[in-house]
């Protein structure tokens, strides 16, 4: 930027951190473009290109104006009794998973990257995403790595607060829920699904669940692409058959094979000495964990090493973890 006015490039500086301070994105976007035309009048053109080619690529990834940009916020009045907020550093990378899952993930991170682009022609990205599978597979951490993908705050909601034993108070809170949604960007987290998407004929049904799975699905019919709502359930067989048709994606996690299992159990240990493990001796003792109780194991088995004074994990502790684990699902 050699030869550019220093007093015009500080008042340019200082007029772009007060549009993104701000919030103007046209304003901040007007700025930009300004300093363009001033590198191009000084003959920094190829500066001038790039800096066009920026804010072009800029706009077309931009949150339309309708909604928030992500914000660094917590949930404040009865959305704060309702979900919890966190901005999850964890990515796709960091999880074992099939290589089917993994391919769904990637294409719903495609085309909410490309959202723009799909609306132009009418269509919209993935949003909607059921996960179902055993417990411990690596559903909630889904949520999680999407989040974490997208540079978007994971909101997951707590059922605790959102299932009332007041007729009719779930549907509104499940608006409030939904409302949220349509204000502020984030990827929506319901777990354990199927507390509220049972099968709307079940014999116990009182009138109360078949109301607030009405009211899910027309709210979930609502919902904009821009903030992915993902439910995550260890129970698909409980779910009403209507709410397999209103997702964009269903997606089946299964328990890891052997494979999956070492490279679960290698990652959770890396930190430690593992040259000393005989793998081929730990497989079958590894059959039928899913994700979480393999982690699980790993840690055990690395603890007690260093409780020990050792910075190596040894075979039999990690196959005395491993049945531990298996033992105790028996149980």
């Not at 439910?231 to 328990?255: C, E, G, K, M, W």
Request: glycine share 6%; proline share 4%; hydrophobic share 45%.
């Amino acid at each position: 930027m050699r030869g550019w006015s220093l007093a015009a490039s500080a008042d340019h500086v200082k007029a772009l951190v007060k549009a993104h301070a701000a919030g103007d994105e046209e304003g901040f976007y007007a700025v930009a473009l300004q300093m363009a035309a001033k590198a191009a009048r000084q003959g920094h053109n190829r500066l001038a290109a790039e800096l066009r080619d920026l804010i072009d690529r800029a706009k077309v990834e931009q949150v339309p104006e309708r909604v928030s940009p992500t914000p660094v916020i917590r949930p404040k009045g009865e959305l704060a009794e309702l979900v919890t907020a966190e901005y999850p550093r964890i990515r796709l990378r960091d999880m074992t998973l099939s290589k089917t899952v993994h391919e769904a993930l990637q294409r719903i991170l495609h085309e909410q990257r490309q959202r723009a682009r799909l609306e132009s022609y009418g269509f919209e990205p993935i949003h909607r995403v059921l996960l179902v599978g055993p417990p411990g597979t690596g559903k909630s951490m889904t949520g999680a790595a999407l989040a974490g993908e997208l540079g978007l705050p994971l909101f997951t909601v707590r059922l605790d607060g959102l299932i009332s034993r007041f007729m009719g108070e779930t549907a509104s809170k499940l608006r409030i829920i939904f409302d949220a949604a349509k204000k502020t960007r984030a990827v929506y987290l319901f777990d354990e699904f199927d507390a509220i998407g049972a099968e709307r004929t079940a014999v116990n049904d009182v009138g109360e669940a078949r109301r607030i799975l009405n009211s899910f699905l027309l709210f979930l019919d609502e919902t904009r692409p821009e903030s992915p709502v993902v439910a995550a359930t260890n129970h698909p067989q409980l779910l009403d058959r209507a709410l397999f048709r209103r997702f964009d994606s269903v997606i089946a996690y299964d328990l890891p094979d052997r494979g999956q299992a070492k490279e679960v159990l290698r990652r959770r240990l890396q930190i430690m000495d593992t040259t000393k493990i005989d793998w081929p001796a730990i497989e079958n003792h590894s059959a039928g964990l899913s994700h979480a109780e393999l982690v699980r194991a790993a840690e055990s088995a690395a603890k007690g090493a260093i409780l020990r004074g050792e910075e190596s994990v040894s075979t039999a502790a990690l196959i005395a973890a491993l049945d531990e684990r298996a033992n105790a699902r028996r149980e």
